[in-house]
């Protein structure tokens, strides 16, 4: 169980279009998603926080209205790249909140790598 | 502030026993996790402690310390496939994780 998938695995675009990032829980219901950016070798960077049926929360820094973060359903989330830039060239990972009683643990997907050319 | 510190890199030897050690500092606490990240691969999860004491799961074991603000993964019998990052991460009392940086570990045959 606990099962996270992430789609597409790899996109490559480029510079000034949009891409769109789904993430599902699949054998479970999140009311939280994270989603996290990392450049290579580095460590994880939480960019957001989205929660089903309202506006994500942004961490300091991130751009909102760059980073479209809608959270349609207890198991999906889409991050939505708009207008693409080299710099945004990262790997993107999302992760869904699973509660357990009074404990809460958080899985991964597979992570979407994105290239902007 | 809420901080996480780990080494940044360890070695070991395949076949031997590793521990990495985890301190942290956060407002509130409920619970601590341990991640394994494979480069370019997103992290997968490998233990959770809210209370204090060792869990074990095969080869792998978790410590917590909650007074001392301290936890430890320990590797065993260590294996080539091992190699890589160990993720520290606590959550808080808004039930969010703080990310440590990541412990590298290179396994030399």
């Known amino acids: 169980g606990a099962v996270v998938s992430q789609h597409p695995s790899w996109v490559i675009c480029k510079s000034g279009t949009s891409v769109k990032i789904e993430c599902r829980s699949l054998?479970?219901?999140?009311?939280?998603m994270f989603w996290y950016r990392q450049f290579p070798k580095q460590s994880l960077m939480l960019m957001a926080t989205?929660?089903?049926?309202?506006?994500?929360?942004?961490e300091q820094g991130v751009e909102k209205d760059k980073f479209l973060i809608n959270h349609a359903s207890l198991t999906l989330s889409t991050l939505t790249v708009t207008s693409a830039h080299p710099e945004d060239s990262s790997f993107y990972i999302c992760?869904?909140?699973?509660?357990?009683?009074?404990?809460?643990?958080?899985?991964f997907g597979p992570g979407t790598r994105l290239t902007v050319t | 502030g809420q901080n996480i510190d780990q080494p940044t890199e360890m070695t070991a030897t395949e076949g031997a026993i590793v521990q990495i050690n985890c301190t942290y500092q956060?407002?509130?606490?409920?619970?601590l996790f341990w991640y394994q990240q494979h480069a370019g691969e997103a992290p997968t999860f490998l233990s959770y402690?809210?209370l204090d004491g060792l869990e074990e799961k095969g080869r792998f074991s978790s410590f917590l310390s909650r007074s001392k603000g301290y936890s430890y993964l320990l590797l065993k019998e260590l294996q080539m496939k091992d190699s890589a990052s160990y993720l520290c991460?606590?959550?808080?009392?808004?039930?969010?994780?703080?990310w440590g940086a990541g412990t590298k570990l290179i396994i030399k045959p």
């Open positions: 992760s869904a909140r699973r509660q357990e009683g009074s404990a809460y643990e958080q899985y």
């Open positions: 054998d479970f219901q999140a009311t939280t």
């Open positions: 989205s929660n089903e049926g309202s506006k994500a929360t942004y």
């Open positions: 956060t407002s509130g606490f409920n619970g």
């Open positions: 402690n809210v």
């Open positions: 991460a606590a959550m808080d009392s808004n039930y969010q994780l703080i």
